[in-house]
């Protein structure tokens, strides 16, 4: 993307989380093959939205 816009152009926010979830997806899918990343991905969407929220203070 540097050469669309110039070498100071910086990636930040929910872009820049989206282009490190999407690059990591694609690593794991050259590692696991893609069925095993699609289903991993689902069942820790579950399981982040059924796990207790842990508050330590």
Avoid at 14 to 42: C, D, P, Q, W
């Amino acid at each position: 993307m540097g050469f669309l816009v110039g070498k100071n152009f910086f990636i930040e926010g929910y872009f820049a989380r989206l282009m490190y979830r999407s690059l990591y997806k694609k690593h794991e899918a050259a590692l696991h093959g893609v069925a095993n990343v699609i289903l991993s991905t689902i069942g820790r969407t579950f399981r982040r939205h059924n796990a207790p929220v842990v508050k330590l203070h």
